[in-house]
């Protein structure tokens, strides 16, 4: 069954440092979508993407976060300036169509921010 | 009044018994509900969509939506410790937005 993969599984970075978290959607998917889980918290929306532009964006997703899709497949987020508060998982999540079909979300990366 | 809300748990049940899971949600969720388990440090996992009024089975999960009222609820039959997790309710409204409720701790008790 096709899957949503993201790399790396686990990133660790310096407080300050540009991180940039990747992610391949489900090939016939149209609809990608960023998340995080702060430990022990609930999955918080970030940002919502469909041809080629965001469609909506939380207030979490400010301007240190950005998103890309640069080549067709891959759809990543980019952190420019890390700070410790950023330490979550990422999720990221596709969608087949505009209808009724459900997220499916990838692994996700566990952002660890020292 | 949050989009979606759940009643955080836990929830323990002895093994064999029925679960039941519950969520509201607010009118800007209107179009499709869904439930995910999430397993401590996984991904969130679809079990079960519901988009019209009424019961849909599958295996062992039952999901009901009643519009009206505006509730979801997941109920798990025969629960094993397995089911033991984190359940998301969802739901999704006509612009592909999602919203989350908080998650119900499930513990099934061997």
């Known amino acids: 069954e096709p899957e949503v993969t993201q790399t790396p599984s686990h990133q660790v970075t310096q407080m300050g440092q540009e991180v940039i978290l990747r992610c391949v959607p489900i090939s016939n998917h149209l609809y990608f979508y960023w998340y995080r889980q702060i430990l022990g918290q609930k999955v918080e929306f970030l940002v919502s993407f469909y041809n080629n532009e965001i469609s909506e964006k939380s207030e979490i997703f400010d301007d240190q976060f950005s998103v890309e899709r640069p080549d067709g497949s891959n759809f990543t987020l980019k952190i420019r300036s890390t700070k410790l508060e950023d330490s979550a998982m990422y999720f990221c999540?596709?969608?087949?169509?505009?209808?009724?079909?459900?997220?499916?979300f990838g692994n996700g990366t566990r952002l660890t921010v020292t | 009044q949050k989009e979606v809300e759940q009643n955080s748990g836990p929830l323990s049940v002895p093994e064999g018994a029925i679960a039941s899971l519950n969520c509201t949600y607010s009118d800007r969720v209107s179009q499709s509900f869904f439930w995910y388990r999430q397993y401590s440090g996984k991904s969130p996992e679809l079990i079960m969509s519901i988009y019209s009024n009424g019961d849909k089975e599958d295996g062992r999960f039952t999901a009901q939506l009643n519009k009206a009222s505006q509730y979801v609820s997941l109920l798990i039959r025969d629960s094993q410790p397995s089911d033991s997790a984190t359940y998301l309710c969802a739901g999704s409204n006509t612009g592909n937005q999602f919203y989350f409720g908080t998650g119900t701790s499930l513990t099934v008790i061997p």
């Open positions: 999540a596709s969608k087949q169509d505009r209808g009724n079909s459900p997220l499916h």
